[in-house]
């Protein structure tokens, strides 16, 4: 599978942004998806999960980072291959490279080109 990710931006402090991956190949609803991140001399962290589903659109079983918590939703789109992810409230350390990643095992295999958010104060 192949991984587009978009969405990233400049906002400031207390914004939101909506980030969007596009899913192409087969299958895409027996996938896990996920958000990582990587912030500037930082490791890459993950920020959100969502499970298979083969439902059109689907919100949950649902992980999310405890620094996102309620800030953040992840959701799926399978009849259009797309994760999403509402970032609201957005705090200056959010600002990261962020990746979305597909897996159908133990690890995230796929993953897509990263698209910055950078929030300012």
């Known amino acids: 599978v192949q991984l587009q990710a978009s969405g990233g931006g400049l906002v400031q402090a207390g914004g939101s942004l909506r980030l969007a991956c596009v899913a192409s190949g087969r299958a895409f609803s027996l996938y896990v998806m996920a958000w990582f991140r990587q912030a500037p001399g930082k490791e890459r962290e993950l920020v959100a999960t969502?499970?298979?589903?083969?439902?059109?659109?689907?919100?949950?079983?649902?992980y999310y980072a405890d620094s996102v918590k309620g800030r953040f939703t992840i959701s799926r789109d399978n009849a259009k291959n797309t994760v999403s992810l509402q970032m609201n409230s957005l705090k200056p350390e959010d600002t990261a490279v962020y990746y979305c990643?597909?897996?159908?095992?133990?690890?995230?295999?796929?993953w897509g080109q990263g698209t910055l958010v950078t929030v300012s104060s």
């Open positions: 969502i499970g298979q589903n083969s439902g059109s659109t689907y919100y949950g079983p649902t």
């Open positions: 990643a597909a897996r159908s095992s133990i690890t995230f295999d796929y």
